[in-house]
């Protein structure tokens, strides 16, 4: 039953992604212009030599947009993106690019998301305590805060944690240090500093968001009759509450992941390009402004491919967690 | 004198500075059955909750709670948690939410078991099938490891049963346990706590607004309103020897399924607890109402008796107590014949309200003067209306205003989100044929899913349905254009259940009644507004008010003003009174009676409660799984049922008189409604009929081949039997 729900949804998803991909290659190929990057050099290279070369990449504004898309699509169907601009292989920068970006994303969202339902639950149980007021004063705060901006935040304090205790603690640019030798404890340490910053500064936006929607959740099953009468049997509130109440009211938080997966890829191109490393966000960025069709639709779709699997795991997650759901 | 096993003494619960509960004490011997009886909002579930120490965040108790001698009122969390589930116990009111919907049923009586006893999962586990066995949920084995959706409500309730029984508690608190049930669903869990009360010996605190469950299944009782207890005593005692005229008042107002006629309703309605009258609560409402009254609230006292044999004193006691200052002026008109111990027994029963002012009657029988304006509204009401049954031989010669043959409404189920599917059918009314004539009452019964408001909206559409006819004054309602359509909606008007919802909370009540005035052009409504909200016997000057602003029996009269407003012919009814309370649904169901009667109308009334439909309607149509198992005359109806069905569910239905509703033979059906998905051979009601049990093979087949029809009977009464007992 479960099998057959999963794979209805995997269906629609599938159809939702070409669509989506369709969609972004056909816009980045209709309004960015690859051959402006070679009007501008200098000597400017004869009109046929770049004809020639767009063809070649599958970029040229002459060919008709519906061929291109064709010869496009043709490719992604056998699992080839095609070139960049530049002629490399999209494929082998895109595969380099997703590791970190997804190193980056996965730690930031499991921080962000069990902190948010931890903080947004306790400050449900004790409304209007203490716990509750400080956390809704913060969560607005960092919400109202922009990315880029508390990313700077974080460097700075950073800068000046690290001089206060006088080592190296926090590390703020890059994934790795360049060079470092020493054993594998040692690798893992250095790349856990590196961490820190870009995941503190993913997850609390997300950590805001998130503890303010559980504990609207939370306090609406609070007060349920099925909390009430696990109490009567002789749980304890703690129990209860958490057994009970955090375990229904996780439910719909779960299918929430779906949605901010999706901003948090936008989330981390800011914090990419701040903590300098090379991921999908950044190459995002740099592909719009060197007029990069193919990677600005091969990374469109890794996004739209990467919102739908967290929406499948939501939905699996869902059907886990909810037997009511099972049904459908 | 033993201990009683629960002592509660002077219990006060409030909400900040609204006060819930003002002061209660009562006391339960062990294996004793304690009815609490009360209105919504007189305290009596947060009297309930704070015993358990269950009670909202905001809530401030005081006074003591004793259980077996030990101080539980204030204990902490974990105190209280080695009691609750294991000496004291509580079954609530709504099964839908009261088990966690993410686990499996077997797991969370399990789960009561674990908490207080040393067993492991495997052993839990059994011991949860046991006792799902204990409530008779059939096949408990696989049944257990259904979660809480796939069960009906009736089982869900059956399930809460066997958790509360789980640790052999010594007291079980049911807070309205069977309110949300339908009837022959309430006999069955009332019947299953029976069993759990005999394979424990616990005893019971049974919460309810419904006095015939506390006369079947109380040995004591107490009465609340606005936070206090205003009587106390044995069933008998409180129902035959009433001292308190709350008491008198709401076993009069209550529709009951043995009698017929007119009911008196509590004038007014219930104090918000927040702004309490002066002196005794009941006060502005009581027709026996002093001076002194306005000045003290009286506390609850031992009634004077007129012993006349020794009673044993026990614990708690089989004392009268009473809550008034002229408790000793009160006698109590509701008698049974065989009611026991009676001082001065009177030759024949008071039937109270024949002519509208039974309270007066009442009250004049124990010798003290009335004040005049407590006699009830519509004195010239009753008896003219039934002028159409008075032949007594059937003949109904006036013209039919609705007539349904054959209405059928059937919904699709579909599954799968990408390509739909239709995996069935919902026979929510399969066939249903009924007329109506002018100045009749018909009243649609049956249980919840019987297809009764799924008819009623069918009807109020007006247009071609899907299989059958419907004529609504004599216009087939598949041949009319939307010209007719709008003329006949101005005949043809509705009253619906929930009187907040029906009413647009930003209008006043003024523009709601003005409203389909204007919508038929009907010139300037300020005049026949005020008209109608006298006719409903509300004060013109709540024109300007907003439905927040108005008790529930105030905005239910404002929907029947709206629906009266165009001058209708007939006036279709869906639950008009289910919403609201004991005291107020009486004088919402004389009004109906005394604007029919006066304005000529018919009334199509749907309702799930046989005794108020006994007392308004004239023929009643008995529907099961969407068709009519009987219909007929209502008064032979409820007097000689045709049909199984109908005879086990007016079985079923309680009755607020102690002797008589423990001398009634009850009829308990298996099993739940049947889903309307499955396509049914023969005849639907089998499964569970009782006369198909005891039926022989030959005679078996019919029922299992052939779809009963509707026979008549002479008079007028047609059951869809083979096997009717006309």
């Given at each position: 039953?479960?099998a057959?729900?999963l794979?209805?949804?995997?269906?629609n998803?599938?159809?939702?992604?070409?669509?989506?991909?369709?969609?972004?290659?056909l816009l980045?190929?209709g309004?960015l212009d690859?051959?402006?990057n070679?009007?501008?050099?200098?000597?400017r290279?004869?009109?046929s030599?770049?004809d020639?070369?767009?063809d070649?990449?599958?970029?040229n504004?002459k060919s008709p947009l519906f061929?291109?898309y064709?010869?496009?699509?043709?490719?992604?169907?056998r699992?080839?993106?095609?070139e960049?601009v530049?002629g490399d292989s999209?494929n082998d920068d895109?595969?380099?690019?997703?590791?970190?970006?997804?190193?980056?994303m996965l730690?930031?969202?499991?921080?962000?998301s069990?902190t948010?339902?931890l903080v947004?639950?306790?400050?449900?149980?004790?409304?209007?305590?203490?716990?509750?007021?400080?956390?809704?004063g913060?969560?607005?705060a960092v919400?109202?805060i922009?990315?880029?901006?508390?990313?700077?935040m974080?460097?700075?304090?950073a800068?000046w944690?690290?001089?206060?205790?006088?080592?190296?603690v926090?590390?703020?640019?890059?994934?790795?240090t360049?060079?470092?030798?020493?054993g594998?404890l040692?690798r893992?340490?250095?790349?856990?500093q590196?961490?820190v910053?870009?995941?503190?500064?993913l997850?609390?936006a997300?950590?805001?968001?998130y503890?303010?929607?559980?504990?609207?959740l939370m306090?609406?099953v609070?007060?349920a009759?099925f909390?009430?009468t696990?109490?009567?049997k002789?749980l304890?509130?703690r129990?209860?509450l958490?057994?009970?109440?955090l375990?229904?009211a996780?439910?719909p938080?779960?299918?929430?992941?779906?949605f901010?997966?999706?901003t948090?890829l936008?989330?981390?191109?800011?914090?990419?390009?701040?903590?300098?490393?090379?991921?999908?966000?950044?190459?995002?960025?740099?592909?719009?402004?060197?007029?990069?069709?193919?990677?600005?639709?091969a990374?469109?779709?890794v996004?739209?491919?990467?919102?739908?699997?967290?929406?499948?795991?939501a939905?699996a997650?869902?059907?886990?967690?909810?037997?009511?759901v099972?049904?459908? | 004198m033993?201990?009683?096993?629960?002592?509660?003494?002077?219990?006060?619960?409030?909400?900040?500075?609204?006060?819930?509960?003002?002061?209660?004490?009562?006391?339960?011997a062990?294996?004793?059955?304690?009815?609490?009886?009360?209105?919504s909002?007189s305290?009596?579930?947060?009297?309930a909750?704070?015993?358990?120490?269950?009670?909202?965040?905001g809530?401030?108790?005081?006074?003591?709670?004793r259980?077996?001698?030990?101080?539980?009122?204030?204990?902490?969390?974990?105190?209280?948690a080695?009691?609750?589930?294991k000496t004291?116990?509580?079954?609530f009111q709504?099964?839908?939410?009261?088990?966690?919907?993410v686990y499996r049923v077997?797991d969370?009586?399990?789960?009561?078991?674990?908490?207080?006893q040393?067993t492991?999962?495997?052993?839990a586990?059994?011991?949860?099938?046991e006792?799902l066995?204990?409530?008779?949920?059939p096949?408990?084995g696989?049944?257990a490891?259904?979660?809480?959706?796939e069960?009906s409500?009736g089982?869900?309730?059956r399930?809460?049963?066997?958790?509360?029984?789980?640790?052999?508690p010594?007291?079980i608190?049911?807070?309205?346990?069977?309110t949300?049930l339908?009837v022959?669903?309430?006999?069955q869990?009332?019947?299953?706590?029976?069993?759990?009360r005999?394979?424990?010996?616990?005893?019971?605190?049974?919460?309810?607004?419904d006095?015939?469950v506390?006369?079947?299944?109380?040995d004591r009782m107490?009465?609340m309103?606005?936070?206090?207890?205003v009587?106390?005593?044995?069933?008998?005692?409180?129902?035959?020897?009433t001292?308190?005229?709350?008491?008198?008042g709401?076993?009069?107002s209550?529709?009951?399924?043995?009698?017929?006629?007119r009911l008196?309703p509590?004038?007014?309605?219930p104090?918000?607890?927040g702004a309490l009258p002066p002196?005794?609560a009941?006060?502005p409402?009581?027709?026996?109402?002093?001076a002194?009254?306005?000045?003290?609230e009286?506390?609850?006292e031992?009634?004077?008796?007129p012993?006349?044999?020794?009673?044993p004193?026990?614990?708690?006691?089989?004392r009268?107590?009473?809550?008034c200052f002229?408790a000793?002026e009160v006698?109590?008109?509701?008698?049974?014949?065989?009611?026991?111990g009676?001082?001065?027994?009177?030759p024949?029963p008071i039937?109270?309200?024949?002519?509208?002012?039974?309270?007066?009657?009442?009250v004049?029988a124990?010798?003290?003067g009335?004040?005049?304006?407590?006699?009830?509204?519509?004195v010239?009401?009753c008896?003219?209306?039934?002028a159409?049954?008075a032949d007594g031989?059937?003949v109904?010669p006036?013209?039919?205003v609705?007539?349904?043959?054959?209405?059928?409404?059937?919904?699709?189920v579909?599954?799968?989100?990408?390509?739909?599917?239709?995996?069935?059918?919902v026979?929510?009314?399969?066939?249903?044929?009924?007329?109506?004539r002018?100045?009749?009452t018909?009243g649609?019964?049956?249980e919840?899913g019987?297809?009764?408001t799924t008819?009623l909206?069918?009807?109020?559409?007006?247009?071609?349905?899907?299989?059958?006819?419907?004529?609504?004054?004599?216009r087939?309602?598949?041949?009319?254009?939307?010209?007719d359509?709008?003329?006949?909606?101005?005949?043809?008007?509705?009253?619906f259940?929930?009187p907040?919802?029906?009413?647009?909370p930003r209008?006043?009540v003024h523009?709601?009644?003005?409203e389909?005035?204007?919508?038929?052009?009907?010139?300037?409504?300020?005049?026949r507004v005020r008209?109608?909200?006298e006719?409903v016997?509300l004060?013109?000057?709540?024109?300007?008010?907003?439905?927040r602003?108005l008790s529930g029996?105030?905005r239910?009269?404002v929907?029947?003003a709206?629906?009266?407003?165009?001058e209708?012919?007939?006036?279709?009814?869906d639950?008009p009174?289910?919403?609201l309370?004991?005291?107020i649904?009486?004088?919402?169901i004389n009004?109906?009676?005394?604007?029919?009667?006066?304005?000529g109308?018919?009334?199509l009334i749907?309702a799930?409660?046989l005794a108020?439909?006994r007392?308004?309607?004239?023929r009643v149509?008995?529907?099961?799984?969407?068709r009519?198992?009987e219909i007929?005359?209502?008064d032979r109806?409820?007097?000689a049922?045709?049909?199984?069905?109908t005879?086990a569910?007016?079985s079923?239905?309680?009755?607020?008189?102690?002797?008589?509703?423990?001398s009634?033979?009850r009829?308990?059906?298996?099993?739940?409604?049947?889903?309307?998905m499955?396509?049914?051979s023969g005849?639907?009601?089998?499964?569970?009929?009782?006369?198909f049990?005891?039926?022989?093979a030959?005679?078996?087949?019919?029922?299992v081949?052939e779809?009963p029809?509707?026979?008549w009977?002479?008079g007028d009464?047609?059951?869809a039997?083979?096997y009717?007992s006309?």
């Open positions: 039953m479960m057959g729900f794979l209805r949804r995997l269906i998803y599938v159809v939702l992604i070409a669509v989506a991909t369709s969609l972004a290659y980045a190929a309004t690859p051959r402006s070679y009007q501008e050099r200098n000597p290279p004869p009109e030599v770049v020639a070369r767009l070649d990449l599958n970029l504004d061929t291109r064709l010869t496009w699509a043709a490719g992604v169907v699992g080839d993106f095609g960049t530049t999209v895109l595969r380099r690019r997703a590791g970190v970006t997804l190193r980056l730690t930031g969202l499991a921080v962000g069990v948010g339902v947004g639950a306790c400050a449900a149980v004790r409304q209007y305590g203490v716990l509750d007021r400080v956390t809704t913060l969560s607005f919400l109202a922009p990315t880029v901006v508390l990313a700077n974080l460097v700075i304090g800068t944690f690290n001089d206060l205790v006088g080592a190296k926090l590390l703020v640019s890059g994934e790795v360049p060079g470092l030798t020493g594998w040692a893992l340490l250095d790349r856990a590196h961490l910053l870009p995941t503190i500064s997850s609390l997300l950590a805001a968001v503890s303010r929607y559980q504990r609207n306090l609406d609070l007060g009759d909390v009430r696990a109490m009567a002789g304890r509130r129990t209860a958490v057994k009970h109440a375990r229904t996780v439910i938080a779960v299918t929430y992941f779906a901010t997966f999706g948090l936008v989330g981390t191109t800011f914090t990419e390009k701040i903590f300098g490393w090379h991921g999908l966000g950044e190459q995002l960025i740099d592909s719009i402004f060197t007029n990069d069709v193919n990677t600005v639709a990374i469109s779709c996004a739209a491919f990467a919102v739908l699997v967290a929406a499948l795991a939905d997650l869902h059907a886990a967690l909810d037997p009511r099972r049904a459908g | 033993i201990e009683p096993i629960l002592r509660v003494t002077d219990l006060h619960v409030s909400f900040g500075a609204v006060p819930a509960v003002r002061g209660m004490s009562y006391e339960l062990a294996g004793e059955v304690l009815g609490i009886v009360g209105e909002g305290g009596k579930s947060v009297a909750l704070a015993v358990m120490g269950l009670l909202p965040r809530a401030r108790a005081s006074g003591s709670v259980l077996r001698g030990t101080e539980i009122l204030g204990a902490t969390d974990k105190g209280l080695a009691y609750r589930g004291i116990s509580m079954v709504d099964p839908l939410s009261a088990l966690t919907p077997g969370q009586i399990a789960e009561a078991v674990r908490v207080h040393r492991g999962r495997g052993q586990a059994r011991r949860a099938v006792l066995d204990l409530v008779g949920i096949e408990p696989r049944r490891l259904a979660f809480p959706h069960y409500g089982m869900r309730q399930a809460m049963i066997a958790m509360a029984i789980a640790n052999d010594d007291v608190i049911c807070d309205e346990p069977t949300a339908d022959t669903v309430q006999a869990v009332l019947e299953v706590l029976k069993t759990a005999g394979e424990t010996g616990a005893a019971i605190v049974m919460i309810t607004h006095l015939g506390v006369a079947g299944f109380a107490l009465v309103y606005a936070g206090r207890p009587e106390t005593g044995s069933v008998e005692d409180v129902y035959y020897r001292r308190m005229p709350y008491t008198l709401l076993l009069g209550v529709p009951r399924l043995d009698r017929g006629g008196v509590i004038e007014g309605h104090p918000s607890p002196g005794c009941f006060q409402r009581c027709p026996m109402a002093v002194a009254c306005g000045t003290a009286p506390v609850l031992p009634v004077l008796e012993v006349l044999e020794p009673v004193e026990s614990v708690g006691g089989p009268h107590l009473a809550a002229r000793a006698r109590s008109p509701v008698r049974s014949e065989n009611a026991p009676e001082g001065r027994a009177r024949e039937v109270l309200g024949v002519d509208g002012c039974g309270v007066s009657r009442a004049d124990g010798g003290v009335v004040r005049p304006e407590s006699v009830v509204l519509g010239d009401g008896g003219v209306s039934r159409v049954d031989v059937g109904r006036v013209p039919v609705l007539e349904v043959d054959g209405l059928t409404r059937h919904y699709p579909t599954k799968g989100t990408l390509l739909r599917r239709r995996v069935g059918t026979r929510a009314v399969d066939g249903v044929t009924f007329d109506l002018e100045g009749e018909l649609l019964v049956g919840s019987c297809g009764k008819t909206m069918e009807i109020l559409r007006l247009v071609r349905p899907a299989a059958g006819r419907i004529a609504v004054l004599g087939d309602t598949a041949r009319v254009t939307a010209a359509r709008m003329a006949i909606r101005r005949d043809l008007q509705v009253v259940q929930d907040m919802a029906s009413l647009d209008m006043t523009d709601i009644v003005a389909p005035l204007r919508a038929h052009r009907m010139g300037r409504p300020g005049p008209e109608l909200l006719l016997g004060d013109p000057d709540h024109a300007a008010r907003y439905p602003e029996g105030q239910q009269r929907g029947i709206r629906a009266l407003a165009l209708p012919r007939l006036v279709v009814l639950e009174v289910s919403a309370d004991v005291s649904q009486a004088g919402v009004l109906l009676d005394d604007l029919r009667s006066r304005l109308l018919s009334y749907v799930h409660d108020v439909v007392h308004i309607a004239d149509a008995v529907m099961y799984s969407g009519i198992a007929g005359r209502a109806i409820y007097a049922p045709a049909h199984p069905y005879e569910l007016l079923a239905v309680p009755v607020p008189d102690p002797v008589v509703e423990r009634r033979r009829i308990l059906l298996d099993g739940d409604l049947p889903g309307p499955g396509r049914p005849c639907r009601f089998r499964g569970r009929c009782p006369r049990a005891v039926l022989g030959g005679e078996r087949d019919r029922c081949a779809e029809e509707i026979r009977s002479g009464q047609g059951a039997c083979h009717a006309f």
